[in-house]
């Protein structure tokens, strides 16, 4: 059972992997985009799916990442190799101090300091005229320094592999045990000698990290950046991924991802329209699969391929 | 002596929940806390776990003041409780209820000392065959022996109860108390409860303490304050007569 698990993994990754050969370069676009949302929903995911944090400022470490690494590039003439890092660092450290700005908050109120935070980052880059060139976008450098879809292609999967692997590792850690018994009841995890806010912290530092990091080489691949890359429609965009794929489940958001993001292009033509029909799909599943398109797999497909 | 609690007071806004409460638990005893709803019983518990902060008095437990510290401190110093409604994780495995506990004080423990470690004590409270069951489809009776597994498992020298017999049936009564009396042989668990069934907090512990509007109004052996005028009057209400 197992074994025919690795295999179908590796028949995936081994389809996914030859996708320049047969697949366009728009679909190759696509499956980029994908992945940058693979990347932002799976470390979301870690944040708000196992401990419970309900953060909107992930589309904000994005863009701290993407705007620290392309301003850097440009002013200081840092290779952006070395600037995601410090794209991600700068954005884990603003995780940092809004972890432990919301270490006495939880629901409702901690989505609310992290969705003003979010606000608050949009409008700097919006109007930081100087430093961001606002709305007309930033012009940042080439990650590799020349152009090429099915590199950048291979450097996301390759990113993303590692990311999953990490958040693997860690919801398989005790980390990841304390991180569900936080959410789970915070109250209870304290009384059983969990230091509950160095945890929440943790997990925010470590999210926001990824965020930064996917946000400063999905810039590079875009050259040019804009405020939108913060805003709360794509921050939505993220949480919808989570949520529709599984949230609190590890393959969740990875399906979600690939899920809404090419169900976002088919749609395209509707113009104006597939806004609904991405409402409707999201309503379909909160009704039908509340636990998402991995709960389906979980409860429907599973259990009968094991008796079968 | 391992604990001494000294002029205890905490108020919710102009509610008085703990007016200068003095109590001490001797090492190795079952002591027993009854009082009328509302007379700060858990209260006391949530001021000795850290969940609140005493205004004022002291707590000394094993020759440290640990009034000002954070719950998570105060489980690794040895206190464990369970909750009068029961917080188990519900999401989670059995098995990683109790993990939680380990890994919160024994962190670096190898994963299958933990797993082990785990185990053992849900053999202990008799969840042995519920391992891997999903703490939410426990039973009331399983989600308060799995809240004893896990306080167990943070090897506390001093154990709270909080009203572990509410709603249990008398069978049920009878190996819960049985229980705790193993708690105190077999692992030297000091034992601090409360509760409302009578005949039971009588039977197991050795002394008791009587609370009534945040007041401590009695202390002594069981037979003693069955017989005490003002526990009968605080229970019963005055007589007119």
Redesign the interface.
């Known amino acids: 059972m197992l074994k025919s698990k690795y295999i179908l993994g590796l028949f995936i990754l081994a389809i996914f992997l030859s996708f320049p050969i047969y697949i366009g370069k728009y679909w190759l676009h696509v499956s980029i985009i994908s992945l940058f949302y693979v990347m932002m929903a799976s470390s979301w995911n870690l944040l708000a799916g196992y401990t419970g944090q309900v953060s909107f400022a992930h589309a904000a470490f994005a863009g701290i990442g993407a705007y620290v690494s392309g301003i850097i590039a440009i002013k200081l003439n840092i290779p952006p190799t070395i600037g995601l890092f410090i794209g991600a660092g700068i954005a884990s450290l603003f995780g940092l101090g809004l972890g432990m700005l919301c270490i006495k908050m939880g629901g409702i109120y901690l989505s609310l300091t992290t969705l003003a935070f979010s606000e608050i980052i949009r409008l700097i880059i919006t109007n930081e005229y100087e430093l961001t060139r606002g709305t007309m976008g930033l012009e940042v450098p080439n990650l590799i320094g020349f152009y090429s879809k099915t590199i950048y292609f291979y450097i996301m999967i390759a990113v993303s592999i590692i990311f999953l692997l990490i958040i693997y590792k860690i919801i398989k850690s005790d980390l990841g045990t304390s991180f569900r018994a936080i959410s789970n009841d915070e109250l209870a995890a304290n009384s059983l000698g969990i230091n509950v806010i160095r945890v929440r912290i943790v997990a925010f530092v470590i999210s926001s990290a990824m965020a930064g990091f996917a946000g400063a080489l999905f810039g590079h691949y875009l050259l040019l950046i804009t405020p939108d890359i913060s805003s709360l429609s794509q921050m939505f965009l993220i949480l919808a991924m989570t949520i529709i794929g599984g949230m609190g489940s590890f393959f969740g958001p990875i399906i979600g991802a690939f899920f809404l993001e090419t169900l976002s292009e088919y749609i395209r033509i509707y113009g104006e329209y597939h806004v609904l029909i991405f409402g409707i799909v999201a309503l379909i599943i909160a009704r039908f699969a509340p636990s998402g398109l991995d709960g389906i797999y979980q409860e429907k497909i599973s259990p009968k391929m094991a008796k079968s | 002596m391992i604990l001494k609690a000294t002029g205890i007071s905490k108020s919710f806004g102009g509610l008085i929940a703990l007016k200068n409460v003095d109590f001490h638990i001797n090492s190795g005893e079952i002591l027993g806390l009854i009082g009328p709803n509302g007379a700060g019983k858990t209260t006391i518990f949530n001021v000795l776990?850290g969940?609140y902060h005493p205004e004022q008095g002291n707590i000394d437990f094993n020759g440290e003041d640990i009034s000002k510290y954070?719950?998570?401190e105060i489980?690794?110093k040895g206190i464990?409780?369970t909750?009068q409604v029961t917080?188990?994780?519900?999401?989670?495995s059995c098995l990683?209820n109790v993990?939680?506990?380990i890994?919160?004080?024994n962190?670096n423990l190898s994963p299958a000392e933990?797993k082990s470690e785990a185990i053992k004590y849900l053999e202990f409270v008799g969840l042995k065959n519920s391992v891997d069951t999903q703490a939410k489809n426990l039973t009331l009776v399983g989600k308060k022996r799995l809240e004893l597994a896990?306080?167990l498992?943070?090897h506390p020298k001093l154990l709270l109860l909080d009203e572990v017999l509410s709603g249990l049936n008398t069978t049920e009564m009878r190996e819960a108390c049985d229980l705790i009396n193993i708690i105190l042989d077999k692992f030297g668990i000091t034992i601090f409860w409360v509760e409302h069934v009578m005949s039971a907090i009588m039977e197991v512990s050795g002394r008791i303490i009587v609370l009534d509007h945040g007041e401590k109004i009695a202390e002594g052996l069981p037979k003693d304050i069955a017989n005490n005028a003002e526990v009968i009057e605080a229970y019963l209400g005055e007589s007119d007569a």
């Open positions: 776990t969940i954070r719950p998570f489980c690794h464990a409780r909750f917080r188990a994780f519900l999401d989670m990683e993990l939680v506990g890994i919160g004080n962190p933990k896990r306080a498992s943070t």
